[in-house]
């Protein structure tokens, strides 16, 4: 069942469209959902207690989208809350863990976060061993990607020095995953950096209920650019060079915004279409051919082993994030070479074909993207 229409996502729609419109707004709706939690329980919520009452999704509060908040702490301050001080590591940290691990969509780092916060050091196998009982990928290339998250080598620069510029997790000779010194000292010591961390965990862990740990993605569940580089376990986070799609490491991620706004330059404006539940009529960029390389990787996927996913959103109103619709094989008897008008009325090359859905699309969904409503 798709969760398209529940109370978190029309909150999060409401937020998204605010931040495009104004922060002011999304600040304030940010600001009335704290209030009326706080006043239900009688004290300070934490992330968790927006997770477990039902209320606005903890991770549009900690995304940095409005007032430059980044961590529950800094949200706290802002709402003149009295908190005990961090230091500016601490911060980083915490920022790290909220901006990357709080969304629940991948298990795995959760996981070993939480056995760290339990024992000082995790043995390389015993977190194999809880990966499986947790039914979670043991492959390789994913154990690779966590540990690039926890090193930080996936990140780009600008991420890494927000998140404090040194491994928040390390796996030492003896083959144990340990926190760093300075982090271990401060959960060691100060009560309420662990109460912050512990909340960023918990809150992780029940949002991951809704993300399946034995495939890198969920179908229909929500993704940006920077979360498949992630998942579909890139080196690094290439979100800026993706733009419509780009294959890489055996994966073709496709990006596609449905109904685009009106000042999208004519030269980007493609006639993406869903046909049907099960056909994708897809677009390459402009100045391309039957001939260029890029092209003819995609059109033989099937034969290279690259797994083409598809990731469309209504429009951008939704923020960065795409419903992953699945996996799809180009049907090579639709390729076909086109042409398209850039601004100037020129004419550029571009080919087009179908996608052949590995599973149809869910019905709402379907409809929901097409015509912006559910049936």
């Keep these: 069942m798709v969760s398209t229409v529940n109370f978190e996502e029309i909150a999060k729609k409401k937020i998204f469209k605010a931040i495009n ?3 002011l707004t999304a600040w304030k709706i940010l600001k009335e ?3 009326d939690l ?10 968790y207690d927006f997770v477990s009452h039902h209320s606005i999704d903890p991770v549009v509060m900690v995304d940095g989208k409005t007032k430059s908040i980044s961590n529950y702490y800094q949200f706290l301050l802002e709402m003149k809350e009295e908190v005990p001080p961090l230091t500016d590591y601490e911060n980083k940290v915490l920022t790290m863990l909220s901006l990357e691990i709080l969304n629940g969509k991948r298990k795995h780092e959760i996981i ?4 760290l916060l339990r024992k000082q050091a995790v043995n390389y196998d015993e977190y194999l061993q809880h990966l499986c009982e947790s039914n979670c990928l043991t492959n390789d290339e994913t ?5 690039r998250i926890f090193d930080l080598s996936f990140f780009t620069q600008i991420d890494k020095k927000k998140y404090g510029d040194q491994p928040i997790i390390i796996l030492n000779a003896e083959n144990d995953f340990v926190f760093n010194e300075t982090i271990q000292y401060s959960l060691k010591v100060k009560e309420y950096f662990k109460h912050l961390v512990t909340d960023v965990i918990q809150s992780g862990k029940e949002k991951s209920t809704l993300y399946q740990c034995d495939q890198p993605l969920t179908l229909y569940k ?7 580089c992630k998942l579909l376990n890139w080196n690094s986070d290439e979100r800026a060079t993706i733009f419509g799609y780009k294959t890489k490491y055996g994966t073709c991620p496709i990006f596609i915004t449905y109904h685009k706004n009106d000042e999208v330059e004519s030269s980007v404006d493609y006639g993406d279409e869903l046909l049907n539940p099960e056909v994708l009529k897809w677009y ?3 100045n391309r051919t039957l001939n260029s390389e890029e092209v003819q990787t995609i059109i033989h996927a099937e034969e290279k082993n690259i797994d083409v996913h598809v990731f469309v959103k209504k429009d951008d109103d939704e923020g960065n994030d795409f419903y992953y619709l699945g996996k799809a094989i180009p049907d090579k008897k639709t390729v076909q070479q ?8 020129k004419e550029l090359p571009v080919v087009h074909m179908n996608m052949v859905m590995e599973q149809p699309i869910e019905y709402r969904l379907y409809h929901y993207i097409k015509n912006g409503t559910e049936s």
């Design 21 to 23: 419109e104004s922060k």
């Design 284 to 286: 390459t960029r402009s």
């Design 33 to 35: 959902a704290f209030t």
């Design 143 to 147: 154990i690779a990607s966590v540990k």
């Design 112 to 115: 070993l976060l939480d056995l």
């Design 38 to 47: 706080k006043n239900r329980i009688g004290r300070v919520p934490y992330l």
């Design 222 to 228: 929500k993704y940006s650019r920077k979360d498949a």
């Design 338 to 345: 086109d042409t398209m008008k850039d601004n100037d009325g």
